[in-house]
């Protein structure tokens, strides 16, 4: 997001003295060469897959025994994007709160026009979901408009930012706890629950080894959340396992600099989200898939950029106000309006696809660069 060379350098040389975790496994990697990159990306990617299951079946246990919105846990458990946060905290902490600002809105761009976009493209599925929370997902990226027209991101915008995060996601959790049709009634497993807030679980969800040890328990529903922040976790350094082994391969293969180095970074950057939207549609689930849809496009642009405001100003940079901003309001208003419909079919992932690829190549070409998101 940087228009100068200096700023493009600065953040190489950030990225080459990661530390934390994530930059100790990167440095272990490193010392075997591209062929310990591609053991620690088939690892990643296989624990990811699991974790990714795992808080599908967990998840969906722990609504139906504690009577609660799976749309709202899946919200709260795969909305936040904590990993984006850190690496918001560590790039502003060295003086690249640009890059932490790109990396942020890069995450809203490519959760819609990849993530919806695939899981559209995979299995087209029916959605039933409020229209207030249609329009507080469009108008999420249109928050950050005046802020950006005031040249100079501050603390004070930071916490403002922050408020609207808590106010945003407080309401949709507080009306969804409220209601008394759950988001999705429409779906196999809307369908299944009755009345009485009980339910029978459908063919996608049915039968795992853990219920032989969760289900009848009297605090099932408590268990069923736990296991879900520990499949959570798992997911978080599958995630990281992936990013370090990317970079290596990326670096030893020396596509650091070309079209083709950044795509492939952004794909696998992105890969715990793709999962996380494109199995539960897939299974049966969507209150899954569009809950960390919805989740993390509003959290990156309020959350995640608020807590970068609030260690440093940020001057913004006209490519941010012409193009990026734009491009993310633009695709996310695209995606509420295919939501509102009902329906997300298979050609709106298309489009929303073709808009992901065409904001690239204009951002390479016209730009000079893209913030990578994941």
């Known amino acids: 997001m940087d228009d100068t060379d200096e700023g493009a350098s600065d953040v190489d040389q950030e990225s ?5 975790l994530e930059g100790a496994v990167e440095r272990i990697v490193e010392g075997h060469g591209i062929l310990g990159g591609v053991i620690v990306l ?12 795992k808080l599908i079946s967990y998840l969906t246990r722990a609504a139906l025994g504690l009577k609660l919105s799976l749309f709202a846990l899946a919200i709260v458990f795969t909305g936040f994007e904590f990993d984006d946060t850190i690496l ?10 640009t890059a932490a ?5 890069g995450t809203g761009l490519a959760i819609v026009g990849a993530t919806l976009a695939l899981a559209a493209i995979v299995r087209p599925f029916p959605v039933d979901i409020p229209s207030d929370y249609v329009v507080l997902f469009a108008l999420a990226p249109v928050l950050l408009l005046p802020f950006v027209l005031a040249g100079t991101l501050t603390f004070v915008h930071g916490l403002l930012l922050l408020g609207a995060f808590v106010l945003i996601f407080g309401y949709i959790i507080r009306r969804e706890f409220q209601r008394e049709t759950p988001v999705f009634r429409n779906t196999e497993l809307g369908e299944e629950i009755r009345a009485d807030g009980g339910a029978t679980l459908p063919a996608p969800i049915s039968q795992i080894a853990e219920d032989r040890f969760v289900a009848d328990r ?6 069923w959340l736990l296991l879900a922040f520990l499949s959570l976790v ?6 990281m396992f992936l990013e370090a082994g990317s970079e290596v391969v990326i670096d030893g293969l020396g596509l650091e600099e070309t079209v083709f ?15 996380l939207t494109i199995e539960p549609v897939r299974r049966g689930v969507p209150e899954i898939g569009v809950g960390n849809v919805i989740g993390s496009v509003l959290f990156s642009v309020t959350g995640n950029v608020g807590v970068i405001m609030l260690f440093s100003d940020l001057e913004i940079s006209q490519s941010v106000l012409r193009f990026h901003l734009p491009s993310v309001i633009l695709v996310t208003i695209l995606a509420a309006y295919f939501l509102y419909q009902g329906e997300v079919r298979r050609w709106h992932g298309y489009l929303l696809g073709a808009c992901y690829v065409s904001y690239w190549l204009i951002a390479l070409v016209v730009f000079g660069g893209v913030p ?3």
């Open 16 to 20: 080459n003295e990661e530390g934390g």
């Open 42 to 53: 088939v690892i990643g990617g296989a624990v990811l897959t699991v974790c990714v299951e």
């Open 88 to 97: 918001a905290l560590v790039l502003s902490a060295g003086n690249l709160e």
């Open 101 to 105: 600002l790109g990396t942020a809105l």
């Open 218 to 223: 009297p605090a099932a529903g408590v268990l």
């Open 234 to 239: 798992g997911i978080v350094f599958a995630s």
């Open 261 to 275: 180095g950044a795509t492939v970074l952004t794909v696998i950057l992105t890969f715990e989200d793709v999962m």
């Open 372 to 374: 990578i998101g994941g």
